[in-house]
């Protein structure tokens, strides 16, 4: 069964940091991991997708990078600005097993607060 | 414009009690989800349909039913409410049925007293 870890679970930073938020997953037979960015009230919003063929996905300030073999992804966010402040959940989609496609198994997510 | 739209926002009911929870996309897309976060905040999928037909069915109570008209409606019904039934119900879509990014609804938060 397809797990995936996030650490930490919270983190709080002045403005301006660059921070690094992590993501694990048990099973390494993925098609894809993404990142999302949740705010209080609201739906997920996509931020990258990664193929499984892919080291890394930049959008912006974000950077999201994979590692498939040791089953990691971290995602980079440069020069932190409040506006940032959110959860961040990280999802993969697909596992050796038939019953992990077509669905995305979610993390629980970070809790990011960037402070001005 | 609203990619993918869900209503009601919000829904307190009554134990035993049934409702739906209506969802539509205009994007043009082919798949169609309803996933549940719980009180802890874990999303978990619930169902998905592409191109009208379920194509995952998680193990959720048969109170659950889903139903899409069509390819830009996914609706979901519940019968017999219970109070361990209260959570938000994400509505999502996405171009294909793999590999592509996913486009969440606001949500719903549903109380059940």
């Known amino acids: 069964k397809q797990e995936v870890t996030q650490i930490p679970a919270a983190l709080s930073v002045p403005e301006g940091e660059n921070l690094v938020l992590n993501c694990s997953f048990t099973d390494s037979a993925i098609y894809n991991l993404q990142w999302f960015r949740q705010d209080p009230g609201k739906g997920l919003t996509s931020l990258l997708l990664i193929q499984s063929s892919q080291r890394e996905q930049t959008s912006g300030r974000l950077n999201a990078s994979l590692d498939k073999s040791s089953g990691r992804s971290t995602l980079y966010i440069a020069a932190s600005q409040p506006g940032d402040s959110a959860t961040y959940l990280c999802?993969?989609?697909?596992?050796?097993?038939?019953?992990?496609?077509?669905?995305?198994?979610f993390g629980k997510g970070t809790l990011l607060t960037v402070n001005p | 414009d609203t990619a993918v739209s869900q209503t009601p926002k919000y829904l307190v009911t009554q134990m035993g009690n049934d409702k739906s929870i209506k969802c539509e996309q205009n994007l043009g897309h082919d798949t169609m989800y309803w996933y549940k976060q719980d009180s802890k905040k874990f999303l978990k999928i619930m169902f998905s349909y592409n191109n009208k037909e379920l194509i995952i069915n998680e193990t959720v109570p048969n109170r659950f039913s889903p139903k899409s008209p069509d390819k830009a409606h996914l609706n979901l019904h519940i019968n017999s409410l219970e109070l361990g039934d209260s959570a938000v119900y994400f509505c999502?879509?996405?171009?294909?049925?793999?590999?592509?990014?996913?486009?969440f609804g606001n949500g719903t938060r549903l109380t059940v007293t």
């Open positions: 999802a993969v989609e697909g596992g050796r097993k038939s019953s992990s496609n077509y669905k995305l198994t």
């Open positions: 999502a879509s996405s171009q294909a049925r793999y590999n592509s990014p996913l486009h």
